[in-house]
């Protein structure tokens, strides 16, 4: 898959839609080092070992920060 063979934690920012769903995106930078990034997650997307790449609008798990 496109994560490779174990569970990814990707920091990623909480939204709501229009339509008052809750939605998630991915912050696009995602190493280790970068404390900023982690600063401006308020969420990790988990991505199971082995998934695809998520299209945009897929459903997925979030842990909140």
Do not use: F, K, T, W
Request: hydrophobic share 50%.
């Amino acid at each position: 898959g496109a994560n490779g063979g174990r569970e990814h934690y990707a920091r990623a920012v909480l939204g709501r839609g229009a339509d008052g769903a809750l939605s998630v995106r991915v912050l696009e930078r995602q190493d280790s080092s970068l404390l900023s990034v982690l600063a401006e997650a308020d969420a990790l997307a988990v991505l199971p070992a082995g998934a695809p790449e998520m299209p945009a609008g897929a459903a997925v798990e979030i842990l909140r920060l």
